[in-house]
């Protein structure tokens, strides 16, 4: 005969407790099941989405500033490997044409190419591209340059959390950005 029900469990609504009966070594398997789903759920709760979705930008920065660990890309082979804090060294690689990777930076390089943007500063006279070519893309993991890039965003994270940094007005509208052409 197949047993279905290994332990049996009984839920008391008035201290919120549950109360698992059956043989020992089940029990306390299904114990520590329930403990690593509680545990998962806690760290759902605290994790920087969750955040960010339910107590808004201040707490969200505020969690990124004082975050003690450094998030590397999740890609970086150091990173696979667990041994990212450790490293030193730079490691680079030739992204292949035909990588996804590869593709989408290509269009993003040609969706953001302004041709009628050459030329127009001091150390651009005299140039007049009106196309850009992608020949080569590297992939760089330089884990001691990202540390400090990291230090860098935790810091800038804690003056905004403070200071609550203004909304920039005319961001979109170039004519409202000042140059040394436009006058400063």
Known sequence: MLQLFMVAY????????????????????MQRSI?????????DEIGIEHIRETRGCQ???RHLATEETVRYPSYWKCVKKGTA???TRVKRKLLDTQSSTYKEIE????????????GQGRDAAGLS???????????????????????KMKELCHHAAVSR???????????DIWTHRHGM
């Open 10 to 29: 009984f839920s008391d609504t008035n201290t919120g407790c549950i109360n698992l009966r059956g043989k020992k070594e089940r029990v306390e398997k």
């Open 165 to 175: 940094c203004p909304s920039v007005k005319g961001l979109l509208d170039e004519s």
């Open 59 to 61: 707490a969200y920065l």
């Open 85 to 87: 804090e450790t490293k």
């Open 129 to 151: 591209h009106r196309g850009i070519v992608v020949k080569k893309i590297w992939s760089v993991e330089n884990p001691v340059l990202y540390r400090k890039y990291d230090a």
């Open 107 to 118: 269009s993003l390089m040609q969706k953001t190419w302004a041709a009628d943007k050459v």
């Open 35 to 43: 403990k690593a789903i509680l545990q998962q759920q806690e760290k």
